[in-house]
């Protein structure tokens, strides 16, 4: 029995957007309540991402969102943000799968890649018709992908590549890879790779038993001698400063993201306390403790918000640093999670069951706080940032 959201907003937060942005804001939570929430747990329980709803989130411009030009949307980053927080809102496996389309794959082709690539691919993976993956992590090198062993070696005008990748998001359901390696006649350098996944030597396996992103599909990848042609390399990545560039592109919408997430479980925990009775036929939400915990969440949620609108202020001004994404990415899921919990708790029993979304979205913030930098891994960009030290 899971209740209808109200919408979460502490502090008259709306007053601060424009309203194209409460537009796309709004435009994505009705897409979101029509569509994924009446589908939701079923994809969840059975493991299966609903990829039904892809046509209808490329013609609503949710794919390269604050990408210009080649059918994109052109939104603002605050813009892009929020439909962001709507997504994950529903669920954050459908977000991961948006966030990789748009920021690991479009990103770096609109970045980094030749007037060719950008006039054939962009225009596709906009509307969805055609789906990408981001291969970085490899099942030796998570946090430290400098340290990859994929390797590009020249043959005549072609590449001949050959690695491993792991835990990569929309792996075995992807048109086309973004390969990160190292190449061997450049010194090593890691440059990336545009790889159609139906070349031969390319092949993707999914990652079963995930307790987490269950709505989200999770591979493996293996490249046993793909050869590509040299046009496939995105002539503009240099060094490992690249990839890490599109991750700056996605970490900046999961922080908005993981706001998605605790909103859903604080107006669940909210509108269930309100009905859930005990002692003297009272609501639970009379009794000091569980206002406390509702307190809390409010509390993070708003400041999580005026942060992430800052950072996205100066994203849209060009003037964020990486360390800025990083702050609002660790303190936001941090807070999502924890908000998880504490709603969780409120709903005694049942939160336990996916009557309620809860117990999805904690297990789902588990993945999101280990990947695209772990929570510690951006304490060390932080820590970085203010001592002028790398503890890594
Ligand atoms: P490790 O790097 O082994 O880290 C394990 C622990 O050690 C963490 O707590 C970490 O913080 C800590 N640690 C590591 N180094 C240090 C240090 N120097 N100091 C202190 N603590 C440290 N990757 C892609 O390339 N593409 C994708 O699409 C993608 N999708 C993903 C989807 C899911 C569901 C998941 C779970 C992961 C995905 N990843 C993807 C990979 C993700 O980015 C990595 O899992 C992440 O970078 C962490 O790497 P790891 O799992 O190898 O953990």
Redesign the pocket.
Known sequence: MAFKFKGVDFIQFDGLLSDDERLARDTARQFIEDNLIPIIEDCNREGRFPRELVPEMGRLGFFGANLHGYGCAGMSNVEYGLVTQELERGDSGVR?FVS?QSA?VMYPIYTFGSDEQKDHWLPLLATGEKLG?????EPG?????GGMTTRAVKSGDDYILNGE???????SIADIAVI?AKVSDQNDQVRGFLVETDRPGFSAYD?HG?W??RA?V?SGLSLQDVRIPGKNLMSGTGGLKSPLMCLNQARYGIAWGAIGAAMACYDTALQYSLLRKQFRDEPIASHQLVQEKLTWMISEITKAQLLVLQVGRLKDAGKVEHQHISMAKRNNVWMALECARLARDILGGNGITDDYPIMRHMMNLE?VK????????H??IIGQSVTGIP??
């Open positions: 991961s990789v690991l993956c981001f291969g970085l992590t090198y998570g946090s430290n992908p990748k792991m835990w990569i998001t929309s792996g990160w990652v995930k987490s992103l989200s999770t993945s280990t990947y695209e930098g772990t929570h510690d891994i304490t060390l503890a890594y």
